[in-house]
Nanobody, 126 residues
Framework: QVQLVESGGGLVQAGGSLRLSCAASGRTLSSYNMAWFRQAPGKEREFVSVIQWSAFYTDYADSVKGRFTISRDNAKNTVYLQMNSLKPEDTAVYYC???????????????????WGQGTQVTVSS
C-alpha cells in the first residue's frame, strides 16, 4: 500500500506561485509513475502533469504547459508541482496519484493510477 499526502495548497493572487508537495509512505516511490490531477467545482477531474518513474519523461496538460513544473525527489519519497503564473481558472482541488503502468500510453488517464491522495485546495483570486 502507498499512502499519499498532498500539501502546499492555499489562496494566492493571479500571477502568483505555489509549490505543491506529495509525500508518500508505505513504499518507495522510485518505481512509480506520479501524476497530478485537479478537479474544479462542478467539473470533472482532469489531468495536469505526470512524471515517469525514471523521471526522464514528463507530460503536461496544454492549459498548464510552460507555467507548471513537475519534479520528484526519490530520496525524500516526494513529488512536487511548481505552479507559476497562476490563473483563476487553476482554482481546484489538486490530487496526486501513483501507478506502475509500463510505458507512457495512458499516463493521462486517472484509471491508470492505483493510489490517490486526499487532495489540497488551490484558490487563485483575480
Amino acid at each position: 500500500q502507498v499512502q499519499l499526502v498532498e500539501s502546499g495548497g492555499g489562496l494566492v493572487q493571479a500571477g502568483g506561485s505555489l509549490r505543491l508537495s506529495c509525500a508518500a509512505s508505505g513504499r518507495t516511490l522510485s518505481s512509480y509513475n506520479m501524476a497530478w490531477f485537479r478537479q474544479a467545482p462542478g467539473k470533472e477531474r482532469e489531468f495536469v502533469s505526470v512524471i515517469q518513474w525514471s523521471a526522464f519523461y514528463t507530460d503536461y496538460a496544454d492549459s498548464v504547459k510552460g507555467r507548471f513544473t513537475i519534479s520528484r525527489d526519490n530520496a525524500k519519497n516526494t513529488v512536487y508541482l511548481q505552479m507559476n503564473s497562476l490563473k483563476p481558472e487553476d482554482t481546484a482541488v489538486y490530487y496526486c496519484a501513483a501507478g506502475r503502468q509500463n510505458g507512457i500510453v495512458g499516463l493521462r488517464r486517472g484509471g491508470t493510477y492505483n493510489y490517490w491522495g486526499q487532495g489540497t485546495q488551490v484558490t487563485v483570486s483575480s
